[in-house]
C-alpha cells in the first residue's frame, strides 16, 4: 500500500531537496493544488489519504517537479502582490522582487488620475497589481508576444480587473500615440549565456523574457532612449535591474536626459530598481 496520507507524503520534502531550495513549501502547494484546498487543510487534516485520482495526479506533478518544472507551471498560478495570477509557460514567472517595483511606483505617485504604461507585461502582474491598488489610474500593458498578451486578458478577467488594457507591442512600436506619467517595466536583463540559465526553474521560461544581449542592458538602453517621447513633463520610469546593474542603469537614463534618478533595494538589499524623472526644461 503506497504512503498516501497528507502527513506520510510532506516527508517527501527530503527527495525533492535535492533539485529545490523551497522542497517542503513545493509539496505543501502540489498537495493544495491536487486536493484543491488551501494550506491551513494540511495541517488541520494530516491523516486525510488521497483517493486513487488525487494520488497519481500529485504523483504525476511531483515527478515533473523533480525533472525542475516550476511550481507555478504545475499549479498553473502564482500570487503577486494581492492577486492570484494564472500562468503559461510563454511568459516569466512573476517573481517577489518585482513587488519591489510595484511598491515603489505607489509611494512615487499618489492617487490622482494617472496614465501608466507597463512595459513587456509578460502575465500582466505589474500592471494588475498597480491598477488593483490605484482605481482612478489608467493603466495599460503591452507585450511582443501574443501569448502574453492573452494570458494578461485573461489574469484581468480573473482578478475583475477588465479595466486595465492589454496591446501586443513590441516595447512602443505598436503603441497608440499618447503620453504617461509612469513607464515601468522589469524587462529581461541577464546577459546571453549566463551560466545561471542553465540551472533551476529559468531553464523552464522563455529567453526572451530573461536575457539582453552581452551585458543584458540593450532592452533597458532601448526603453531608456524611447521613453522621454512618451512621458509627460514631470513623468518617471521605473525599472527592475540585476543586482549588479544600478550604476549603469543610472548613467543610462543620466545619458537620456532623465533627472532625480535613484536606485533602490529589493528584500534582499541588492540595488533592484532604478528609475528617473523627465522634466522637459532640461532636456
Ligand atoms: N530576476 C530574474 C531572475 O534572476 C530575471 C528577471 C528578468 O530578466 N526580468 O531570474
Redo the contacts with the bound molecule.
Sequence with gaps: MPACRIDELLTRATELAQVSDTARLDLELLLCHVLDKPRSYLFSYPEYELTSDQLSQFEQLFHKRLEGHPIAHLTGVREFWSLELLIEPST?IP?P??ECLVEEALELCDHRPKQVLDL?TGTGAIALALASERPGWAVYGCDRVPDAVELAKKNAAHNNLERVQFIESSWFQQLPEQSFDLIVS?????IDNDP?LQQG??RF?PLS????GAD?LDDIRHISSESPHWLRDGGWLMM???YHQGEDVREILASNGFTSIRTVQDLAGHD?ITMGQIRSSEI
Design positions: 516569466l517573481r522582487d518585482t513587456g522589469n524587462p529581461p536583463y541577464i545561471h526553474d529559468v521560461e523574457a530573461l536575457t539582453s543584458g527592475e535591474h540585476g533592484r
